[in-house]
């Protein structure tokens, strides 16, 4: 895409999260097959960590993010995802997974390797805070939707059962893939890590003001994204 090679952008990414977020515990680093394999490459290769097959994936299940209800998303996790129990058993792991969204996906994972005899999962999210939503055709288009417009890394690290947890910056996020368009991001479409929608919002701005959670204005506010001097929202 672009004239850049999916596979290398994604293992760049992993190295420059590896960068900004070592893990100097761990004794491994899996991905969550199969998008997050390049990017765990990368990470691995960066930090001189081993690179390890600790799941493997039933490749006859569609993605669970876009099940319809939570319990569907559930079900998809179990069904798809087993933990190599010979290969994760009392180890440190740190998984690299390209993105969370409800977090879902997230929590099955690690109680699958804690339960598998991990001692420590260390997260890392090859992609920034997936913070607000899309109108541009993702499958995503509500705050309520998304654990990290409503939850701090923190609370979310909690929430899932990591040991620890971090993601990609979104300047390490567009230096990765470098585009280097001279237009705004590069050229990238990251409204849903910044809150800018530089296409605009048109038919959706009411309802997206409407619905902005305490975490999002804080995060616009501090980023001066949409706030006049008096801190009014404008979008």
Do not use: W
């Amino acid at each position: 895409m672009q004239e850049k090679n999916v596979h290398a952008v994604r293992k760049q990414s992993g190295k420059q999260l590896a960068t900004e977020s070592p893990a100097p515990k761990a004794d491994m680093v899996i991905g969550v097959p199969n998008s997050s394999l390049s990017a765990a490459s990368g990470y691995a290769e960066e930090s001189g960590l081993p690179y390890e097959m600790g799941l493997v994936k039933n490749q006859y299940v569609a993605r669970t993010f876009i099940q319809p209800t939570q319990e569907l998303r559930e079900q998809g996790v179990r069904v798809k995802l087993s933990a190599v129990k010979d290969i994760v058993h009392d180890k440190n792991i740190v998984l690299v997974d390209d993105s969370i969204v409800r977090g879902t996906t997230s929590r099955r994972i690690v109680q699958m390797l804690k339960d598998a005899g991990a001692n420590e999962v260390h997260v890392r999210i090859a992609s920034p805070e997936f913070m607000f939503p899309s109108f541009y055709g993702i499958d995503v288009s509500t705050t309520a939707e998304l654990i990290s417009a409503n939850k701090s890394p923190e609370e979310i690290r909690d929430y899932i059962g990591a040991d620890s947890l971090s993601y990609l910056s979104v300047d390490g996020l567009i230096d990765s893939i470098g585009l280097d368009q001279d237009v705004p991001y590069s050229g990238l479409c990251v409204e849903s890590f910044t809150g800018d929608y530089p296409a605009g919002l048109y038919d959706y701005e009411e309802e997206y003001v409407k619905h902005l959670s305490e975490r999002q204005k804080t995060y616009l506010k501090n980023n001066k994204q949409y706030f006049d001097k008096e801190g009014n929202i404008h979008v």
